[in-house]
């Protein structure tokens, strides 16, 4: 519940640059009396403007500003909500915009509308329309509901009831429903645009598979001849290993024995011929001396023939052995060559040995490098094993948007639920009605209190049945000004009533702007009066008339406006 407790303004309208003060909560009932243009009404305009930045009667913002003093203009309201203390500042020339709440400010970070927003919804939790539906009953320019649109009634009648939470949700769940509308339609691109790469990539594996068989076909294939030739080159190997080892075998020391043995016979041979030419010497000696040189004695006959045979026998036997070393010589020397031949054929055989070694172990490397890239166009680090694992994720992700899709269609079937309750004709239509029976059943109780005898029904559209005389159906407009001022007395009355059950819109404050000088009659003046004497305990009722006269004595206190030098002020 609102509990208004003061309003106070200055360079307001008609008021001056001192403050005018009215405590909200301090009668039960006030006359507000004072002449035309002495500023009575001044306070519905003050009281509307603080607390929802427009004037109860149709003036322009700028208009409210004192024409004099022309600045300055300020307005203030206090009140508590459940023991919090609050107040709203507002003023024009220059701006001003203050919420206060236990003495504190609230923040002033977000705009001014949506800091208005904030005061309606969750302090106030009633807009313009509804609180002066519930509050206050004028005869300027306020609209009854009974002349308000469909639309709007029913605006009332959710802050009274305290369900536009419902309109809020379902405002909500539209966005949210937009969100997922978009979430889903991208949902769907990303399923098809996954399903295309699913394809794409498949139809690549496919290529990579192909290639890879024709790759791994002449790899394979060149491991073949590479196998062949080393088997090849092996069997050369056996027969060359087997020729060197035949070859080799004994073959160093033959070669050393020959090297000796022709080195033992060139050294005979020198020998040989070393003693030839000694015999030779002594048969030239012989063959020329027949006198010793040294003795002069003559040599015999017979010992120079004896020494010239003797010599030439040796020289002959010298001779003969020279020709067999010499011939043994050309033996050992042609047994050598030999030897170096077969030295030669095992070298050629081992250079070509090892050779065929390097070339096997090229062959092996080979193998080995086409061995591992058949591994790797098999494995999962090869293109293919790539392109699988990119398939896998593909797949994944394809699986993951499908379960996706699910969740955002169970959501949309959810919120399509939701949404059919959070519609008007859904909690809201069950809600009011259960509410409609009571609201008419007050409606006809306050009309009958005014000896108003008919039977007033609103329907769940908000639309009015009336039913009079000899039950036949009217409409609002079909009655006199006096009987709609009935009718929308027993409509405030109501409301306030609905308010206070729901302790929504429930306030202290009622505030009746010349409903006594209108179109009731005396027994209509009369009924109000007994009305407004059973309201509840705790109602602040303000009363503003022309009637002074009439209504003086009636209620438990007066305020009289006055004007002085142009401005208005309290008496």
Excluded at 482 to 507: C, P, V
Aim: net charge negative; aromatic share 8%.
């Amino acid at each position: 519940m609102i509990h208004f407790t003061k309003l106070r303004w200055k360079n307001f309208l008609s008021t001056g640059n001192t403050f005018t003060e009215i405590h909200l909560d301090r009668s039960p009932s006030t006359l507000i009396v004072g002449h035309n243009g002495a500023g009575k009404s001044t306070m519905l305009d003050a009281l509307s403007f603080a607390l929802f930045g427009k004037p109860h009667r149709d003036i322009k913002k700028l208009q409210l500003v004192n024409s004099i003093n022309n600045r300055d203009a300020l307005v203030e309201v206090e009140f508590t909500i459940s023991n919090v203390e609050f107040k709203v500042v507002r003023g024009i020339k220059p701006n001003k915009f203050e919420i206060w709440q236990n003495g504190k400010m609230v923040d002033q970070s977000s705009t001014s509308r949506d800091y208005q927003k904030f005061l309606e919804q969750n302090i106030l939790k009633l807009n313009h329309k509804s609180f002066h539906q519930v509050v206050v009953l004028g005869s300027s320019s306020f609209i009854p509901f009974m002349q308000l649109p469909t639309y709007h009634r029913r605006e009332v009648i959710e802050d009274l009831l305290d369900i536009q939470i419902f309109g809020k949700m379902n405002q909500i769940l539209k966005e949210q429903s937009q969100r997922l509308k978009e979430d889903v339609k991208d949902n769907k691109y990303q399923v098809e645009l996954v399903k295309d790469k699913i394809g794409l990539q498949k139809d690549y594996i496919r290529e990579i598979a192909d290639i890879n068989d024709g790759q791994i076909s002449d790899k394979r294939k060149s491991i073949e001849e590479s196998q062949s030739t080393i088997t090849g080159i092996q069997e050369s190997n056996a027969a060359l290993s087997l020729s060197i080892e035949e070859s080799s075998n004994g073959l160093k020391e033959n070669i050393s024995n020959a090297q000796s043995k022709k080195q033992s016979l060139l050294k005979y041979k020198a020998q040989f011929e070393q003693q030839i030419k000694s015999v030779v010497k002594d048969a030239k000696f012989y063959e020329n001396n027949e006198q010793c040189p040294t003795c002069e004695q003559d040599i015999a006959e017979e010992l120079r023939q004896n020494k010239l045979e003797t010599a030439h026998e040796k020289a002959r036997e010298l001779n003969k052995a020279v020709i067999d070393a010499s011939s043994q010589s050309a033996a050992v020397e042609t047994n050598i060559l030999e030897l170096d031949s077969i030295s030669e054929k095992v070298r050629e055989d081992t250079s070509e040995l090892t050779l065929n070694n390097k070339e096997i172990s090229r062959l092996q490397k080979q193998i080995t490098a086409l061995e591992k890239d058949i591994t790797k166009l098999t494995s999962k680090e090869g293109d293919l094993g790539e392109a699988n694992s990119k398939l896998t994720q593909l797949s994944e992700e394809r699986d993951s948007l499908t379960e996706r899709k699910l969740e955002l269609s169970e959501q949309k079937t959810y919120q399509e639920a939701v949404g059919e309750m959070l519609k008007d004709s859904g909690i809201k239509t069950k809600v009011i009605k259960q509410y409609l029976p009571v609201m008419n059943k007050l409606i006809n109780h306050y009309l009958q209190v005014m000896d108003f005898y008919v039977s007033f029904n609103l329907d769940e559209s908000f639309t009015e049945t009336i039913k009079s005389r000899f039950r036949d159906s009217f409409n609002y407009a079909s009655f006199s000004e006096g009987e709609k001022q009935r009718i929308d007395l027993a409509l405030l009355f109501t409301w306030r009533q609905i308010a206070r059950m729901k302790n929504s819109a429930s306030s202290n404050l009622l505030i009746l702007d010349e409903t006594f000088d209108s179109s009731l009659d005396n027994d209509g003046i009369e009924n109000l009066l007994k009305i407004l004497e059973t309201l509840e305990e705790g109602t602040n009722t303000f009363i503003i008339s022309h009637k002074g006269d009439v209504l003086d004595g009636k209620f438990r206190s007066k305020i009289e406006f006055t004007k002085e030098r142009n401005f208005s002020k309290i008496k």
